[in-house]
């Protein structure tokens, strides 16, 4: 469920927008980001076995990034965000793919176990994750230090509401500033360079 941008919440109900959370920006761009801030997280880093294993019987080669670990550890950070509690098995079904087994017809395959198994241990010991048993369901979850972590890079990626500029339909790189939106102010950059 995203929402873009964040619902206008009256003046006198306490202010002009909601807080941003990772549901009100586009997956991928959070994902990135998260990466870069997990890279300054000491517990996160990728094991010397990482750079030789593939992350699954359906890959045919190790991933070709040099931070993929990274990006995998901010994935599953988000996953278990939404979904949790989530455990190892899930996330193997979720990362899994169709193994091209040459003529014989395409089968899916689940994601190896390890790779998911050591980020969560990784995210456990950085303090953004912990098991839990909620009745039936046990697995990890967001603690309230991961949720504000995933949140504030959410606000980095949607950034300030006022300053943001989109193109319009208009000749030579007309732009809309948000705050002029409602007058329907366009201003006109023509390129005189």
């Known amino acids: 469920m ?4 964040p619902k206008e919440v ?12 990772i549901y009100d920006v586009e997956p991928s761009a959070l994902i990135e980001k998260t990466a870069d801030a997990l890279k300054k ?5 990728i094991p ?5 294993v593939k992350t699954g019987p359906g890959q045919e080669r190790q991933p070709d990034s040099l931070h ?3 990006m995998r550890t901010a994935s599953i950070l988000r996953k278990v965000y939404n979904r949790g509690p ?15 087994r040459g003529v014989k017809p395409e089968r899916f395959y689940k994601a190896g176990g390890k790779v998911i198994r050591t980020v969560l241990q990784q995210l456990e010991a950085a303090g953004l994750i912990v098991q839990v048993e909620k009745g039936v369901h046990k697995g990890r979850v967001v603690t309230p230090k991961g949720r504000s972590f995933l949140d504030s890079i959410a606000r980095e990626v949607y950034g300030p509401g006022t300053n943001k500029t989109k193109k319009t339909g ?3 790189g007309a732009t809309v500033s948000a705050a002029d939106e409602g007058s329907a102010a366009v201003a006109a ?3 005189t360079d």
């Open 48 to 52: 010397d076995w990482a750079t030789i």
């Open 86 to 100: 989530i455990g190892v098995s899930k996330l193997r079904t979720y990362y899994g793919k169709k193994k091209n």
């Open 41 to 45: 997280v000491e517990q996160v880093s």
């Open 2 to 5: 995203l929402r873009f941008p």
């Open 10 to 21: 009256p003046r006198e109900f306490g202010g002009e927008k909601q807080m941003v959370t």
């Open 189 to 191: 950059t023509a390129g």
């Open 170 to 172: 208009g000749s030579e």
């Open 68 to 70: 993929w670990w990274n």
